[in-house]
């Protein structure tokens, strides 16, 4: 079968994506356009070159538009068209439109109503994701909380396929070179990583200043930035209480990060609770953690409590105090947790199933899944 997949991710830092591929590619030959730093490497990968324009630019969008509607014009025949989230809904549609393609997967990464939405774009783009759902022969999401809130609430035909952001970090580094780079890194008793950014809204500030209250033998790594004003509440924070023990690591390539998470001993997963895409959060970086054998401490969303009570590998607590230390002091019996959880995880067969699926609903109409 002949895929095409369009989504505004950018390839080499969204792990949603990377996975999403592989699916599709467990069902057919698959051409992708998509945003990204470096050209493709093949003639199947059409990138959207982020050399000129800021990712959330009308210029790069409207390129990526472009872009698809170009490549579907080539493929002349598309079995499959498969929408990445809100971004892609609207090419998805001109796509549907124009090039008649047989079938349609959806993935609403985020859960977010019309109703709920402030700005004007974002309204925008929601408004044409609700309506490609209602065209849409599969719909993806990535957890069950979200798959029945949103069956119930669109009134959809089938509960969305349950999609988990289950990945792991995969690529390759020069150790030699990054031992280098990082020589003065990591040189606490417990060196803790978060990974989320600079985010206020993600109570990175409530983590910060829980490092005012931590032994000074422990490390707190952030990796990302953010906006200016949160960068510089954060920076403020670290100046007045004199914190020696927190570092602040620009985004990094994927097999960069890898590298830094095999250097720390606990993961942090944040989250608020103020909208729905938050609360009933899926976040990849637990099982990226995970993989790397590292005990996490999550924000109490119900979805992050659900997790760690069910499989032990680490704390929900709101108190990032709390739970950096519970999880501290019982460092050898949560990494024994995490190493027999991550045993019995094969993302590889967990994508086989996922095809499986898509194809179960996309030849029996009848077909239901079961949240």
């Known amino acids: 079968m002949k895929i095409l997949l369009i989504s505004y991710g950018i390839k080499e830092y969204d792990g949603r994506l990377s996975e999403l591929y592989k699916v599709a590619s467990n069902i057919g030959d698959v051409t992708i356009v998509c945003v990204g730093e470096n050209k493709g490497n093949n003639k199947n990968e059409n990138i959207v070159l982020m050399t000129s324009s800021k990712y959330l630019s009308i210029k790069l969008y409207l390129s990526f538009i472009l872009l698809s509607l170009k490549t579907a014009y080539k493929m002349k025949e598309i079995d499959i068209l498969v929408s990445d989230n809100l971004f892609a809904s609207l090419p998805a549609l001109l796509i549907r439109t124009l ?59 089938n509960p969305p396929i349950v999609f988990e952001n289950i990945r792991f970090l995969t690529d390759s580094f020069d150790s030699n070179i990054l031992d280098d780079k990082y020589k003065k890194f990591f040189n ?106 590292l005990p996490i401490v999550t924000s109490e969303n119900e979805p992050l409590k659900e997790f760690c009570g069910k499989y032990k590998v680490g704390v929900a607590d709101d108190n990032f105090y709390n739970g950096i230390l519970e999880v501290s002091n019982n460092i050898s019996g949560y990494k024994n947790k995490v190493e027999s959880f991550i045993s019995g995880v094969s993302v590889q067969k967990y994508n086989s199933e996922t095809a499986n699926k898509i194809l179960g609903i996309i030849g029996n109409s009848n077909y239901n899944e079961k949240y």
């Open 99 to 157: 090039f008649k393609p047989k079938k349609i997967i959806q993935d609403v990464r985020e859960l977010y109503f019309y109703k709920d939405i402030k700005n004007w774009t974002g309204k925008f783009l929601c408004k044409f994701e609700t309506i490609l759902m209602k065209k849409a022969d599969v719909i993806l999401c990535a957890n069950h909380q979200r798959s029945k809130i949103m069956f119930e609430y669109y009134n959809l035909k």
């Open 188 to 293: 606490f008793d417990v060196n803790i990583v978060s990974t989320g950014g600079i985010s206020v809204k993600r109570n990175i500030d409530k983590l910060v200043y829980s490092m005012t209250r931590i032994p000074s033998n422990y490390g707190l790594y952030i990796i990302g930035d953010g906006t200016k004003e949160d960068m510089n509440l954060i920076e403020e924070i670290i100046r007045k209480n004199n914190l020696k023990n927190i570092t602040i690591i620009n985004k990094v390539p994927l097999s960069e990060l890898r590298y830094i998470l095999q250097q720390c001993d606990i993961g942090i997963v944040s989250y608020h609770k103020n909208d729905l895409n938050n609360r009933y959060c899926a976040s990849g970086k637990v099982y990226e953690y995970l993989a790397e054998g």
